[in-house]
């Protein structure tokens, strides 16, 4: 938009100086493409530069600048350039909002019947979104919902941003503080932005986290939702050639209360194409939002040296066990949001903390903090710790972010469990009257019962912690290996009771603990366990449906 505006800007006034079309085309396009360059040449940026291009070419040769003509055009110069942009982000939000304007905008405005600046904005602003919304869940797992509306109070005003801002860089050359009063309007509409998102983020269903759709799902998404603007304009342009014909033949309504008629039916008449469209984009978001499957997964994320595993209930059910890392900062951020946005997650059952070590909490804090603050759309019910008498600080620090994030507190020891749907949660350790001196290895050990499937997490427990919950073991299916796999751990009675079929180690390749030791993997191996790492195979996700368990590796060997 500003590149728009300041280029035409530049050749509206160099035409009135006396250049001319040619001249003034000429100077601009070189200015322009100066100005692309200077703003780092990203893929928006470009994109807007061409189509500037294209514009004062055409006017130059006299010719008639079409909007798709230019966008096609700008994206095959692009791509001739640098084809990956056609997996860039912003090369596909950029043309998509284009499409939006250029190709979506204009039949909505006919179908809705749609009059006056604020009508055609909000038109304008959903056609944006429409065009875009598959390419936002794919890169973002979310959308904004009220951010169509916040583009009508955004957009109008912007314009006052690039000129203070012109003033401030043109002013400041000569007086430092004539440019910092000429940012001051800049400044102020600036914030004024950031508090209203502030606010607007806090509020309930801002935004709808939808989850990666598939392609299938995403062509499915665009035909629909092509097929729905076809038929509501064929619709409207029928409506409207026979209103045009019965005027023709001077059928005019001539009493008020026939003109009150005339209105509700124009009304209800426009109301039909509309409505299919309505109908067909629904259908669209419907398709984009199902997620198939109704396996339990098990998903242990790579998070560096540290642990972070996300329990998917086929139910609808999700639970976090865990989530840090000594060698990563912003897991939360970075790794833990992302995975669940992706997954199409916005509600957290319960958040299970093993015990209070930095590679197990540190994600956690994180989370919780961004919940508190309102600053991501993800919630959960309750914080589950295990239940210390004696618990260091952080323990404390914990319970009160969750408790100021609107999350329950609960405190379990050995001999809980809880279910949620078919799935059973029981709890192994701590046992009753623990200190939590050594949180290693008093730390919670959660058992999982999902029909036939078995599995167990041990967070850092090691050999004595291991030893005193023998004879409360079962056979599993899965193991979240103790301790990153470290050589204290998964001692040879343990994984002889348990059997376990499949088991994780999550844990850096760049680690300064030797983890995992080579003999812990040997026992692993000689107990019959087929051992994942999460530094070799990112993300390992383990399934069930009950019965059969499988295994999915985010990088594939």
Known sequence: MHISILGMGLFSLLKRIGLGNAGAGLVSLCVMLQYGMLTGGSVSAMRAVCMFVLNVGARVLGRTYDLMTALALSAIFLLLDSPAYLYSSSFLLSFGAVVGLGAVSPHLIRITGAKGKAGKALISSLSVQAATLPVMLVFFGEVSVIGILLNLFVLPTVGGVLISGLCCSVLGLFSVNAGRAAAVPGRMLLWLYEKVCMFAGKLPFCTWIGGLPEIWQSISYYLLLASGIILAYVMASGIQKKEENQLAVGKKVS?????????FRKTA???????IFLLAAAAGIFVLSRKPGKELRITCLDIGQGDGIVLEIPDGGVFLM?????????TAQYQLLPYLKSRGISHINGIMISHTDKDHISGIMELLEFMEQGLTSVRSDALILPDWEEPP?????LIHLAQSAGMKVLQV???????????GFHILAPAKDALGEDVNEEGMVVELEYRDFRGLFTGDAGEPAEKAILNRLRDVDFLKVGHHGSRYSSCREFLDQVKAEVAVISCSDSNTYGHPSPETTLRLKKSGAKT?????????????????MWVQRFLEE
């Not at 009493?255 to 209105?263: A, L, P, Q, T, W």
């Not at 865990?322 to 912003?330: Q, T, Y």
């Open 255 to 263: 009493e008020n209360s026939d003109k009150i008629r005339g209105v």
């Open 269 to 275: 008449k426009r109301a039909y194409p509309a409505g």
């Open 322 to 330: 865990d989530c840090g890392s000594s060698n990563k900062k912003n």
């Open 393 to 397: 600080e952080v323990y404390n620090t």
């Open 413 to 423: 020891e050995s001999g809980n469990s809880f279910r949620m749907g078919e799935a």
């Open 532 to 548: 994942e790492f999460t530094m070799k195979s990112g993300a390992v996700s383990v399934c069930t449906d009950g019965k059969r």
